[in-house]
C-alpha cells in the first residue's frame, strides 16, 4: 500500500488583498495546468490513488479535483480536518487505515506535508523540501503506522520536466 503526500498546487499569493480569508485561495490557472500535467506524468508511472483526503482549504480541493480527473481508477474525495496546517497524523493514519488497504493520497500544505512523510519513513532527522505540486510515495506494505514506510519517490514539476 502507498501513500501519496502531496502539496497544493501552486495557489495565489498569500496575503493577497484579493483573498482576505486564506482558507478561500485559489489555485492559478498556470497552478491548474501545470499540475495536471503533473499528475499526468506520475499516471503513466503507477500513480493511481483509490481515495484522497485533503484539506478542506480551496486550493487543497482544487487539486484533489485535478487528480480525480487527470488519474486512472476514479478515486473518492474526502475533506480532512486533519489535513489543515497543523495536521493530525494520528486522525490520518485512522482514516487511512479505514481505507482497506487501498492507495491513498494526503493533499495538504506547507511545511506539514514534508513532517508527514518524514514521520511515515521514521527518519526524524531529515529535512525534505516540498515546492508546490509536489508528491512523495510512501510504501507502507501491509503496516499503516508511523516510522514504518520507505519512502519510494518524490517529484516535483521540475524532475518530471513540467
Given at each position: 500500500m502507498f501513500i501519496y503526500i502531496v502539496r497544493h498546487a501552486w495557489a495565489g499569493n498569500f496575503g493577497d488583498p484579493e483573498w482576505p480569508d486564506d482558507t478561500r485561495r485559489p489555485l492559478t490557472d498556470v497552478g491548474r495546468s501545470r499540475f495536471a500535467s503533473v499528475v499526468?506524468?506520475?499516471?503513466?508511472?503507477?500513480?493511481?490513488?483509490?481515495?484522497?483526503?485533503?484539506?478542506?482549504?480551496?486550493?487543497?480541493?482544487?487539486?484533489a479535483e485535478i487528480i480525480v480527473v487527470e488519474s486512472p481508477g476514479d478515486p473518492t474525495v474526502t475533506q480532512l480536518d486533519a489535513l489543515l496546517p497543523g495536521s493530525?497524523?494520528?486522525?490520518?493514519?485512522?482514516?487511512?487505515t479505514e481505507q482497506n488497504g487501498d492507495d491513498v493520497c494526503w493533499i495538504g500544505h506547507?511545511?506539514?506535508?514534508?513532517?508527514?512523510?518524514?514521520?511515515?519513513?521514521?527518519?526524524?532527522?531529515?529535512?525534505?523540501?516540498?515546492?508546490?505540486?509536489?508528491?512523495?510515495?510512501?510504501?507502507?506494505?501491509?503496516?499503516?503506522?508511523?516510522?514504518?514506510?520507505?519512502?519510494?519517490?518524490?517529484a516535483t514539476a521540475e524532475t518530471l520536466g513540467v
Open positions: 499526468r506524468r506520475l499516471a503513466k508511472r503507477g500513480f493511481a490513488p483509490r481515495a484522497i483526503a485533503t484539506s478542506p482549504m480551496v486550493r487543497c480541493r482544487q487539486t493530525d497524523l494520528a486522525a490520518l493514519l485512522r482514516w487511512t506547507a511545511p506539514d506535508v514534508a513532517d508527514l512523510t518524514v514521520a511515515l519513513v521514521g527518519e526524524q532527522s531529515a529535512e525534505i523540501q516540498f515546492p508546490p505540486g509536489a508528491c512523495a510515495a510512501a510504501n507502507m506494505g501491509a503496516a499503516r503506522s508511523a516510522g514504518d514506510g520507505h519512502l519510494n519517490w518524490l
